[in-house]
């Protein structure tokens, strides 16, 4: 017999234990923000029925200082209801009280803070490094988290790579001066929202939220990762040492033990099915001109696991919930940009909306859409495009994978015509289809695959390769965790596999890879030659906002440059199989004038004619006259 999705899922169906205890979202709110409109949801064992029906004028009605109510929504939940709030431009900051007959609700209105726009919400720009890791993963500063009680999962088990292993916000405050000394100017944590589930059975495995994947409560940071409170310690820490923070949303979906999953406000809160669907992924069939309702439907509404349901986001009430939830932890935490998971699998309409209502109230906040394609095209559709496409996405930039699986392909030396360093060539080629392909982060590896040391058979000098292409091509480099000190390992049964403790985050660990004393000499030589690299681009104006010259690649020979009037590099690499001298003469544009090459990682400066590159060599070369 088929599980009924008619409504949720059979066994979400009896919420037994409904807390008494009320419930507010957003738990507080800001005063001096130019949206003054704030729908608050109120959950409650049948505040519905408590609180009195009303007659509101065009007005509204003056509820406390600086607030006026303009509506009270009831929906098919007694336990909800919805109140549209106007907050006046000149309300202070302080603790309300709203009366609704024998219903009291307090609610706090804090200051939106002085700092937005000068120390923190900056933006993450081609300036950047970004360096992305699994909290959970990185570094333990704080066993007192470890274990939160009354949490459904209360395991924390490092020799179980299913389970919570205990690192923790404290854990990456403590190594900010690693993040400087590698040249890293923005983190990216996976979610830091809580994650209050139960062990999830998946692929065979009982496995723990220690990615952060599975929401239950958005206005609460996981306390296991340090709260709210750690959160907010963290974000001020890293602005003081010059290092952005970058929050990973998610739109698509929420854990099955959500309190909205748990206790549906209405029928439509999710995207409901007779029996369970998943998505095609299938991007295309969004901008096909042939594509069906049918197939659009599928891979917007399905459902990624049975313990993962999908968010109706064309809800009014859903997307004023998640639209907020974004404001509220940018002003909260001081956020400079969202990277936006399964961004392809959300309502577009929505996307805009939420993206849209961000940039009005912090003009230089950055928004990545995350959308794993297909094609060149795939990825321009999701951001700020030249397309004649029948939707118009907003986002400031993607997470680019197809220059992603370029770099791969080119590191492990693949020959043909479309292939190895021809991929990265044909990928730059299309860039004519963004409308600031500079916006785009570009990465070779990420907590979903292998990791890309393993990736090019642990071979040094194609690692080498990619850390020069990664640094230098345009775009937004993102590193994942690790890759500085050559961790390794492939997906072969498990994500769980490229998630492993970084070595030294924990005080048990045997070896310390964040000091030069702990690294091997292979891992020293790793670690020394990206941070050069990484100081080396943080100065120069063309790496960060120069233009790009490619030419055609010849015998697995690529070289390209990024230049402005007070700079000129040349990268350069050799992924045949021979020795290569270039013919300068065909490099003339770029070239012409200068007579010397600076290898910016190195310093030693030799003359450009004689020049010769030996195969799996690449540099990356700063021009001098």
Same mark, same amino acid.
């Given at each position: ?157 490092? &020799? ?13 405050? !403590? +190594? $900010?001066?690693?993040? =400087? /000394? ?108 042939? &594509? ?13 696991? !049975? +313990? $993962?349901?999908?968010? =109706? /986001? ?312």
């Amino acid at each position: 017999m088929k599980k009924a999705f008619a409504f949720v899922l059979c066994y979400f169906i009896v919420f037994a234990c409904i807390a008494q205890e009320m419930h507010l979202y957003p738990s507080n709110w800001f005063t001096g923000l130019k949206n003054s409109k704030l729908q608050l949801i109120v959950h409650q064992e049948g505040i519905a029925n408590k609180i009195p029906m009303y007659k509101l004028s065009a007005a509204g009605m003056k509820l406390a200082d600086g607030v006026t109510l303009k509506m009270v929504h009831r929906v098919e939940n007694p336990n909800y209801v919805f109140l549209d709030l106007v907050i006046d431009k000149n309300a202070k900051p302080g603790m309300r009280t709203f009366n609704f007959g024998p219903v009291q609700i307090k609610y706090e209105l804090k200051a939106k803070h002085s700092g937005n726009g000068k120390t923190r919400v900056l933006g993450v720009t081609s300036k950047d490094f970004i360096y992305l890791m699994i909290p959970d993963r990185f570094a333990n500063g704080d066993p007192s988290n470890d274990i939160v009680k009354g949490y459904r999962d209360e395991t924390v088990d490092r &020799s179980n790579k299913f389970s919570r292993h205990g690192g923790d916000f404290k854990g990456v405050e !403590d +190594h $900010l001066d690693y993040f =400087n /000394q590698l040249g890293v100017t923005a983190i990216w944590m996976t979610p830091v929202i809580e994650n209050n589930v139960s062990l999830m059975h998946e692929w065979g495995n009982n496995v723990a939220g220690y990615h952060g994947y599975w929401f239950t409560d958005h206005y609460e940071v996981d306390k296991r990762l340090g709260g709210n409170d750690g959160y907010r310690q963290l974000s001020d820490a890293a602005h003081k040492k010059g290092i952005k923070i970058i929050q990973d949303a998610v739109y698509n979906h929420v854990s099955k033990e959500h309190w909205s999953v748990l206790d549906p406000p209405s029928s439509d809160w999710l995207n409901n099915w007779p029996a369970f669907t998943t998505p095609h992924h299938r991007e295309e069939v969004l901008f096909d001109p042939y &594509s069906s309702a049918h197939d659009k439907k599928i891979m917007l509404d399905g459902w990624f696991t !049975d +313990h $993962l349901p999908d968010l =109706n /986001q064309r809800n009014p009430f859903v997307a004023n919930f998640l639209i907020q939830h974004a404001i509220w932890s940018t002003e909260m935490f001081g956020i400079d940009g969202w990277r936006v998971d399964t961004y392809k699998y959300c309502d577009e309409q929505f996307l805009n909306n939420v993206n849209n209502a961000l940039y009005a109230e912090f003009p230089g906040i950055t928004v990545f859409g995350e959308a794993w394609v297909n094609s060149v095209v795939g990825n321009a559709y999701f951001t700020k495009n030249n397309l004649n496409a029948p939707f118009s996405h907003n986002a400031n930039g993607v997470i680019d994978f197809q220059s992603c699986f370029a770099m791969l392909s080119a590191m492990n030396l693949s020959k043909g015509w479309t292939e190895g360093v021809n991929k990265i060539y044909m990928t730059l080629s299309q860039d004519l289809v963004y409308k600031n392909p500079m916006n785009n982060c570009i990465f070779m590896d990420n907590h979903d695959m292998d990791r890309v040391f393993s990736v090019v058979g642990e071979d040094w000098d194609k690692l080498k390769m990619g850390f020069n292409w990664l640094m230098t091509l345009r775009g937004i480099p993102q590193l994942y965790y690790g890759t500085e000190v050559l961790m390794k390992n492939m997906k072969t049964t498990t994500d769980a596999m490229v998630r492993e403790d970084f070595p030294g985050g924990w005080k048990e660990d045997a070896v310390n890879k964040f000091t030069d004393a702990g690294r091997t000499a292979p891992e020293k030589e790793a670690f020394n030659y990206l941070s050069a690299l990484a100081r080396f681009r943080k100065t120069s104006s063309a790496l960060t906002s120069g233009k790009t010259m490619q030419f055609v690649p010849k015998d697995g020979n690529y070289i390209y440059f990024r230049y402005d009037a007070k700079q000129t590099v040349m990268v350069i690499a050799n992924t045949g199989d021979k020795p290569a001298k270039p013919d300068w003469s065909v490099y003339q544009e770029r070239t012409g004038g200068f007579s010397r090459i600076k290898n910016v990682v190195t310093g030693e400066v030799k003359p450009l004619e004689g020049f010769e590159i030996k195969p799996k060599e690449s540099f990356v070369f700063e021009l001098i006259k």
